[in-house]
C-alpha cells in the first residue's frame, strides 16, 4: 500500500505545476475568456437568458429576470478581472462559486428529469443540453477556478504583455 | 487570503448588481421590461376547461397560443397553434398585426403549474386583443386527453 501512497515530493511537484506562471496564465487567460463570452451573451439577451432559468422550474418569473439582470454582469466582471488581473482572487472565487452553483442546478435539474438546455453559453435552446457531459465540463472548469483562486494574483494577460513589452524595450 | 478573496468577490457582486440594473433600467429590458410587472397585477382574463378548448379547437373558431419555450413548441403542440414564448412575447404579439382583434384566442403553456399562459394573455390583451381566454389545463391535459397534436414543419 505504501507504494500506492503519493510522496509528499510528488505532492510538491504538482502544486509547483499548478502554481507555475504559465500555467496560472493559461487557466486565467481560458477561464477569463470564456466567462467574458458567457457574459456578454446573456446581457445582449436578458429576457432569453431569463427564459432559460425558469426552464428549470425553480424560480418564479420575477426572480429569473432578477437573476437574468445580474449573473451575465457577474460573469462579466470576473471574467475581465481574471484577464486583466483585477481583483483576481475575487473574480476566481466568484467564478468557481458560480460554477459550482451552476453545477448543482444541472444535476438538480437532471435528477427532475427535465430535457432542457442549459443557458449556459447560448439562450439557443437547441444548444447545450444539460446532461452528464455539461456536470462534466463545469467541474473542470470549477477545477481551473479552484487553480486560479490558490495561484498568485499577479499573473494576468495584462501583466504578462506588460513584462514582455517591457522586456523588449 | 480568503478573506481578501471573499472582499474582492462581494465588491464584483455589487458592481454586477449595479451595472446590471442600470443597463436594464436604461434599456427597459430584463427586470425592467414593461411587462414584466403584468403577471403580478389581477387580470380579467378568462379561463376555460379542456371540454370548452376543445370545442374551440373543433369549431375551427379559435386560434390556440403556445406560451411555452419554443424548443417544446418545436417538438409537439396543438394543430396550427402559433408560438408566442413569454421570454420573447413583444416581438412574437406584433407579428400577429394580420390577426382580427377580436378573434378568438385560446393560451396555453405546460399545464397548471406554469404562469406564462396567463403572462402571455395579459399581454395579448395589452396589445389589443378582446377575446383572449386562457386554458390552464394547457398541454397536459390536452395530451392526457389525447387530443389532437402536431409536428412543427421543419
Known sequence: ?169 | MIRQSIREAVILILLAVVFGTSYTFVTHRGLFAPPANASSRPSPISTIDVAAAKRGFDAGAALFIDARHSFEFSRRHIPHAVNIPLADADAAISRLDSVSRDRYLIVYCDGAECNSSMDVGVRLMQAGFTNVHVFFGGWEEWTGKGYPTERSAS
Open chain 1, 1 to 169: 500500500m505504501d507504494g500506492e501512497r503519493i510522496s509528499d515530493g510528488e505532492i510538491r511537484v504538482v502544486r509547483a505545476l499548478l502554481r507555475h506562471r504559465l500555467v496560472v496564465l493559461l487557466v486565467r487567460v481560458f477561464l477569463g475568456g470564456l466567462f467574458v463570452i458567457a457574459g456578454l451573451d446573456k446581457i445582449t439577451d436578458p429576457a432569453g437568458f431569463a427564459q432559460s432559468i425558469l426552464n428549470y422550474r425553480l424560480l418564479s418569473p420575477t426572480l429569473a429576470l432578477a437573476a437574468a439582470t445580474v449573473i451575465p454582469w457577474m460573469e462579466l466582471l470576473c471574467g475581465l478581472g481574471l484577464l486583466l488581473g483585477l481583483y483576481p482572487r475575487g473574480s476566481s472565487l466568484l467564478a468557481a462559486g458560480m460554477l459550482l452553483i451552476f453545477t448543482i442546478l444541472v444535476g438538480v435539474a437532471m435528477a427532475r428529469g427535465l430535457d432542457i438546455a442549459c443557458g449556459c453559453f447560448s439562450q439557443d435552446p437547441e444548444v447545450g443540453r444539460i446532461g452528464w457531459m455539461k456536470i462534466l465540463d463545469n467541474t473542470g472548469l470549477f477545477l481551473l477556478g479552484l487553480i486560479s483562486l490558490y495561484a498568485r494574483p499577479e499573473v494576468s494577460l495584462v501583466a504578462w504583455l506588460r513584462r514582455d513589452s517591457a522586456s523588449t524595450t
